[in-house]
């Protein structure tokens, strides 16, 4: 039986196996990237947390309704009617919910990744500490209680303990913003 035909056989296959764990390698690794890109797409705030509400005080500096001082506003405020739910804005864990006497009623969500974000000034409260949530869930309902001169939402986002635009993190086109 001639076996010529058979010369480097073993030697391609040990090469074909080789090129074929280092191809699994590589997309384990590339599944691994694409798992942690979906886990932060759904724990960033992307939508309104309220609707049916306008919009009655941007983040920045402006003349604070009490004191009359410049002060830094670290959120938006959605003027609206007591008792309009409030949405989480994305996945996350409730680390806090209960009273703040500036913000009264107020719920924090950790998002993960640096982000959270804190809605206050409610009438009431639909969500526990350590309740996880998914974007899109009722957590609260507007008031007006702590430091505020008229039932609305006050939310915040804030990256690694910094406050931050929030209009930055609403990618709807749902108000003006």
């Known amino acids: 039986m001639d076996t010529s035909a058979f ?28 798992s942690e890109k979906k886990d932060i797409l759904i724990s960033t705030p992307s939508i309104s947390p309220v609707r049916g509400t306008w919009l009655s005080s941007r983040f920045g500096y402006r003349v604070d309704p009490f004191t009359g001082q410049r002060t830094l506003h670290r959120g ?23 009273f703040d006497s ?16 804190r ?24 008031g007006s209680t702590g430091r505020s001169s008229g039932p609305h939402l006050h939310y915040e986002v804030r990256k690694n303990g910094i406050p931050v635009n929030p209009k930055n ?3 709807e086109e749902t108000q003006e913003i």
């Open 169 to 171: 993190y609403i990618l």
């Open 119 to 142: 809605y206050a000034h409610l009438s009431k409260i639909h969500v526990k500490l350590g309740q996880k949530i998914n974007r899109g869930i009722r957590i609260a309902d507007v």
């Open 76 to 98: 938006l405020d959605f003027a609206g009617a007591t008792g309009t739910p409030v949405y989480s804005t994305a996945q996350g864990v409730v680390s806090y919910a209960g």
């Open 7 to 34: 010369d480097g056989v073993e030697y391609r296959i040990d090469k074909l196996e080789e090129k074929a764990k280092l191809t699994e390698t590589r997309l384990s690794d590339l599944w691994s990237r694409l």
């Open 102 to 117: 500036g913000y009264g009623k107020v719920v924090s969500i950790d998002h993960g990744f640096g982000l959270v974000t």
